[in-house]
């Protein structure tokens, strides 16, 4: 999932297009989960995704948990792009995260 950050995702919460949830494994009757994602230095984030209800017609899904923190810490604004993806290896599934800046037209990742 990649996606430019709007003034709700640096303020409250990312939200983003429910065509990612298959990505992410959650219980049938359940409307969270929780998972870690590992950034570009290798620093582990808490996160929590959370839908509405089945019966709620919208369902699109949201980021909380450590990602205001997660901003902060990367001084993120705007207008930046945010990278989130599963990999998946011998030793199960994990995720990454990647923001990004553009600098003379150029994207950049912020460290």
Do not use: H
Not at 40 to 69: A, C, H, M
Not at 94 to 101: L, P
């Amino acid at each position: 999932m990649d996606k430019k950050l709007s003034r709700t995702d640096i303020e409250c919460r990312l939200a983003f297009s429910t065509s990612s949830l298959w990505a992410f494994s959650i219980p049938e009757g359940e409307t969270a989960v929780y998972f870690e994602a590992t950034d570009t230095l290798e620093q582990e984030w808490n996160f929590r995704l959370s839908i509405r209800g089945e019966n709620d017609p919208y369902t699109k899904p949201v980021i909380t948990g450590d990602w205001l923190q997660f901003v902060r810490d990367k001084g993120l604004k705007v207008g930046d792009k945010i990278s989130l993806w599963r990999e998946e290896g011998v030793t199960g599934v994990r995720y990454r995260i990647r923001a990004e800046r553009m600098i003379f037209k150029v994207w950049v990742t912020v460290q």
